[in-house]
């Protein structure tokens, strides 16, 4: 797949520079940690989530992924016209781009995510993301979230955390989030996706969703956003400071 690393600038402090890997269960707000953290250490952050999205998002559009299944042999063809980049915005946000065109909005609705869980689970989508996933992270300075971060990413680095919150919290999350975009979703629906989303993460033979020996465990359930940054910010400066 194309390079799309000229579109990051080395925003890191002059300091010790490590990387962060954040993983765990959807809805858990791994995104926004870590975009925090980014922002905080001065750091590149990686949305691996919006990668996979991306991948679901093309190939639902021309047919390759339905309600019946995936053609994984035309999936598999496609692949390396699938480029993934990630845009700055002038307020600080990143947009995903593909192949030029910015999808930001469009990678964010619950089918797509659903799309995203399916396509993840096969292996040569895995290993091509995961690559480029690598390059991207080969200068450390950097904050990537998913699902395999530090567990097949970068397993040395040298902060891991995993996020879990429980299934009735995360499922609340996302009602709110789908209502503020315009979409609204029964919770009962909502809950059942997660649930679904959360078995086929831990299931899948390729990567599976699982806890880092070495990961920090973060459950956010009952955190502020403020009381989870607090945490965040002090596992950073301690293994920065570390040695």
């Known amino acids: 797949m194309p390079d799309g690393m000229d579109v990051f600038k080395d925003l890191s402090k002059d300091m010790k520079r490590i990387t962060v890997a954040i993983d765990g269960y959807s809805s858990c707000g791994k995104s926004t940690m870590a975009k925090e ?3 905080y250490a001065g750091y590149v952050y990686v949305d691996t989530g919006a990668m996979y999205r991306a991948v679901a998002l093309y190939a639902m559009e021309r047919g390759i992924i339905t309600r019946e299944g995936i053609d994984e042999v035309r999936l598999a063809e496609v692949m390396p016209e699938i480029d993934i980049t990630f845009a700055v915005q002038a307020d600080g ?3 995903t781009v593909l192949n030029g065109e910015d999808v930001e909005g469009r990678i964010r609705s619950l089918e797509v995510a659903d799309g995203a869980s399916r396509v993840s689970t096969i292996g040569f989508v895995r290993r091509a993301l995961v690559e480029r996933q690598q390059a ?3 200068e450390k300075g950097i904050v990537m979230d998913g699902r ?3 567990t097949v990413v970068f397993p040395d680095a040298e902060l891991k955390v995993f996020a879990t919150a429980t ?4 499922a609340e999350r996302r009602c709110r989030e789908l209502e503020e975009k315009g979409t609204p979703m029964p919770y009962e629906e909502v809950l059942a996706n997660v649930r679904e989303r ?3 993460d831990s299931h899948r033979a390729e990567s599976p969703l699982r806890r880092a020996e070495d990961a920090r465990l973060l459950d956010n359930s009952t955190l502020t956003k403020e009381e989870q940054s607090a945490v ?3 596992w950073f400066d ?3 400071n570390r040695g």
């Open 37 to 39: 953290l980014a922002r």
């Open 93 to 95: 946000s990143q947009h």
């Open 136 to 138: 991207m992270g080969r």
């Open 148 to 150: 395999d971060i530090g």
């Open 167 to 170: 299934a009735e919290v995360r």
């Open 198 to 200: 959360d078995w086929r």
């Open 232 to 234: 965040l910010r002090q």
């Open 238 to 240: 301690e293994t920065v």
